[in-house]
């Protein structure tokens, strides 16, 4: 029987459960996004800064900084160079929601994976197994499709916003590889607190190069960018980042197949989206690849020390 990786404390059936919880909760993102009518940087702005609000009071009351300052005082670098990465991934992909469907969006960023295997050929040198090739042309076949029906059917705004979504997929594979080799150790609270300013920060400057004023007035807004701190972020990115430190970040990235469906229900109930039948099939098939890229980076990982998913490298 294989080694279990898990600690004593934590079984299958609670891994489980958080990572039901985690598709459920950033599944609600887009919708929550597409609520809004405030700049995409804006709203990143304000849902990272929440974010770090909430988790770093979580921290205070528990303690949790003062315990962990020698581990930060190592890794702080690394720490706000992930809050940066963080930055990216929410800045392309908040801005794609806003020019093509969120079927489109969703499924495009949750490439991560497909990543994941590329950086491990470019940066480690390891060769893709069979089924990592074979998922890697599955998966930019059926972006080709979804792409070329959604310039069809919306227009070049579309295309614009699928090129932005993959770019935030990339962004989303670094972040997970770096969550998973500098969570480790640390408080879930302390990690995420310092991620996510770090990514407000990153993101107000962005917006003051580019003239975009954060202040908003309407409540509404506010309300929904608290709930996006809420739910994706506290609930669903935090408990993300908890598993990284629980779990190889292949099983954590298997959450991405949930994700794509539920935000896709919830468009079609409160947005009206409904893809067509050519978009299901571009997005089943980015859905197979991707399934076949997360069954050999499993493989690998657990008989690789070399991986990119490694923790132990200094």
Same mark, same amino acid.
């Not at 929550?32 to 804006?42: G, K």
């Not at 932005?164 to 607190?193: D, E």
């Not at 980015?286 to 069954?295: D, F, K, P, S």
């Given at each position: 029987?294989?080694?279990?990786?898990?600690?004593?404390?934590?079984?299958?059936?609670?891994?489980?459960?958080?990572?039901?919880?985690?598709?459920?909760?950033?599944?609600?993102?887009?919708?929550?996004?597409?609520?809004?009518?405030?700049?995409?940087?804006? *709203?990143?702005?304000?849902?990272?800064?929440?974010?770090?609000?909430?988790?770093?009071?979580?921290?205070?009351?528990?303690?949790?900084?003062?315990?962990?300052?020698?581990?930060?005082?190592?890794?702080?670098?690394?720490?706000?160079?992930?809050?940066?990465?963080?930055?990216?991934?929410?800045?392309?992909?908040?801005?794609?929601?806003?020019?093509?469907?969120?079927?489109?969006?969703?499924?495009?960023?949750?490439?991560?994976?497909?990543?994941?295997?590329?950086?491990?050929?470019?940066?480690?040198?390891?060769?893709?197994?069979?089924?990592?090739?074979?998922?890697?042309?599955?998966?930019?076949?059926?972006?080709?499709?979804?792409?070329?029906?959604?310039?069809?059917?919306?227009? *070049?705004?579309?295309?614009?916003?699928?090129?932005?979504?993959?770019?935030?997929?990339?962004?989303?594979?670094?972040?997970?590889?770096?969550?998973?080799?500098?969570?480790?150790?640390?408080?879930?609270?302390?990690?995420?607190?310092?991620?996510?300013?770090?990514?407000?920060?990153?993101?107000?400057?962005?917006?003051?190069?580019?003239?975009?004023?954060?202040?908003?007035?309407?409540?509404?807004?506010?309300?929904?960018?608290?709930?996006?701190?809420?739910?994706?972020?506290?609930?669903?990115?935090?408990?993300?980042?908890?598993?990284?430190?629980?779990?190889?970040?292949?099983?954590?990235?298997?959450?991405?197949?949930?994700?794509?469906?539920?935000?896709?229900?919830?468009?079609?109930?409160?947005?009206?989206?409904?893809?067509?039948?050519?978009?299901?099939?571009?997005?089943? *098939?980015?859905?197979?690849?991707?399934?076949?890229?997360?069954?050999?980076?499993?493989?690998?990982?657990?008989?690789?020390?070399?991986?990119?998913?490694?923790?132990?490298?200094?």
């Amino acid at each position: 029987m294989a080694e279990s990786y898990l600690p004593e404390d934590i079984n299958r059936f609670q891994i489980i459960l958080l990572l039901i919880l985690s598709v459920s909760m950033v599944s609600s993102a887009s919708i929550l996004i597409r609520f809004s009518t405030s700049n995409p940087l804006v *709203i990143v702005f304000w849902r990272t800064l929440f974010g770090g609000v909430l988790m770093a009071s979580a921290g205070l009351a528990r303690n949790d900084f003062r315990k962990s300052y020698p581990i930060v005082r190592k890794r702080w670098k690394w720490l706000l160079v992930i809050g940066v990465i963080l930055s990216l991934h929410f800045s392309f992909w908040f801005t794609s929601l806003f020019l093509t469907t969120v079927a489109a969006s969703v499924v495009l960023v949750n490439t991560s994976p497909i990543f994941t295997a590329i950086l491990s050929t470019l940066v480690l040198k390891e060769a893709l197994g069979t089924r990592s090739w074979i998922g890697v042309i599955t998966a930019v076949i059926g972006s080709i499709i979804l792409a070329f029906t959604d310039l069809n059917i919306i227009g *070049i705004d579309a295309l614009f916003g699928d090129i932005l979504a993959l770019l935030a997929g990339l962004f989303l594979a670094l972040y997970f590889i770096g969550g998973r080799k500098y969570a480790k150790g640390l408080p879930i609270t302390v990690y995420t607190s310092i991620i996510y300013f770090t990514a407000a920060l990153v993101t107000l400057a962005i917006c003051v190069f580019n003239g975009v004023n954060v202040l908003v007035l309407e409540f509404s807004e506010y309300l929904i960018f608290i709930a996006l701190a809420i739910f994706p972020t506290a609930l669903g990115h935090s408990v993300n980042n908890y598993l990284l430190t629980l779990v190889p970040a292949y099983v954590v990235s298997s959450a991405v197949l949930g994700e794509p469906i539920g935000a896709t229900i919830l468009a079609a109930v409160f947005l009206g989206e409904i893809p067509s039948t050519v978009t299901f099939i571009g997005f089943g *098939i980015i859905l197979l690849g991707i399934a076949l890229v997360l069954v050999d980076i499993a493989a690998r990982t657990r008989g690789n020390k070399s991986s990119l998913d490694n923790t132990d490298r200094s």
